[in-house]
């Protein structure tokens, strides 16, 4: 069963794209969260996935898929795969995705949540997505739903030059901020936009402070 209702309600919120909102419309968000939060699920709210993790509100999860501004032939790295919910958004959305998850008792039922709701074109590892995928690389799109306190540097040299990345930046303790990030010809800085504050779990992994 669908989300359509909450499709209409982002649409209110300002989404505009509407390869986004079908996505949208077309998943339960309720297969994405544990037995006991099933009842939350209708709510624009982050809600806990165990771990220490959250699956990200509705809206958010829009925005972030908006702002990569996929029109379906791209090659896209998922930073924390979570429970699957944004990464069966993107799914819909793009060519291929290569998702990345560090905490294993998450990237298993979400490889396999995934593979039974029927998508073929999502490609998996279990470690340090702070590094990336660099044996996949170059990306169309980078998107991360975890938030470093800069911009990893290994990530930015797997983003092809023109392709965009949306990741949440800034301490834990910190304001965060949400950036869209094009990465422009060799030799030339990045492109930075704010597109609004945020709050994300910190990021893990060996890069993912880096400066």
Do not use: K
Request: net charge positive; hydrophobic share 40%; glycine share 10%.
């Amino acid at each position: 069963m669908g989300d359509w209702g909450r499709a209409e309600y982002l649409a209110r919120q300002g989404i505009r794209d509407r390869r986004v909102l079908a996505a949208i419309a077309n998943l339960s968000r309720a297969d994405f969260v544990p037995v006991g939060s099933r009842d939350s699920a209708h709510q624009d709210v982050p809600l806990p996935i165990g771990h220490g993790q959250t699956i990200s509100q509705p809206y958010v999860v829009a925005l972030m898929t908006e702002a990569l501004r996929l029109r379906g032939c791209e090659r896209v790295l998922e930073i924390g795969t979570g429970s699957g919910y944004q990464t069966a958004v993107l799914a819909m959305l793009a060519r291929e995705v290569f998702t990345v998850e560090i905490v294993r008792e998450l990237a298993r039922p979400a490889r396999r949540l995934l593979h039974h709701l029927g998508f073929t074109n999502v490609f998996y590892r279990e470690g340090d997505g702070s590094q990336g995928w660099a044996q996949a690389a170059p990306f169309d799109a980078i998107i991360a739903t975890a938030a470093p306190e800069d911009i990893p540097r290994e990530l930015l040299r797997q983003l092809r030059p023109g392709g965009r990345m949306v990741i949440p930046v800034g301490s834990v303790n910190e304001p965060q901020e949400l950036l869209r990030i094009r990465r422009r010809q060799p030799g030339m800085l990045p492109r930075v936009e704010r597109l609004l504050p945020v709050r994300f779990v910190p990021m893990t992994g060996l890069g993912s402070a880096l400066r």
